[in-house]
């Protein structure tokens, strides 16, 4: 799973009806508005980057209004770099 995180121009959009949207997609990670921005903030789980797409047509569609400013990935990498030294000291 790969995590992207939108941040789209809310200006010209229906904030409520977006919120109502965003917090009840099962793709939808999490929203977050920031006081006196015009921006907001949502986070999509998919599976992979071709997923992405379809998965924002869908929210334009229900919100042409909506502008997407930026668009940012998060992968996790774990590594093991075993325990510290002072554990078997």
């Known amino acids: 799973m790969q995590q992207y995180s939108i941040f789209a121009d809310i200006r010209e959009v229906d904030s409520k009806k977006l919120l109502a949207y965003l917090t009840t997609h099962p793709k939808v990670a999490f929203v977050a508005e920031y006081h ?3 921006l907001l903030e949502f986070g999509l789980f998919v599976k992979d980057p071709y997923a992405l797409r379809p998965l924002l047509r869908e929210i334009e569609t229900a919100f ?3 502008r997407v ?3 940012w990935l998060f992968e996790e990498m774990i590594r093991s770099i075993g325990p510290p030294r ?3 000291e």
């Open 36 to 38: 006196g921005d015009p």
């Open 86 to 88: 002072c554990v078997f």
């Open 69 to 71: 400013e930026e668009l």
């Open 64 to 66: 042409p209004a909506l």
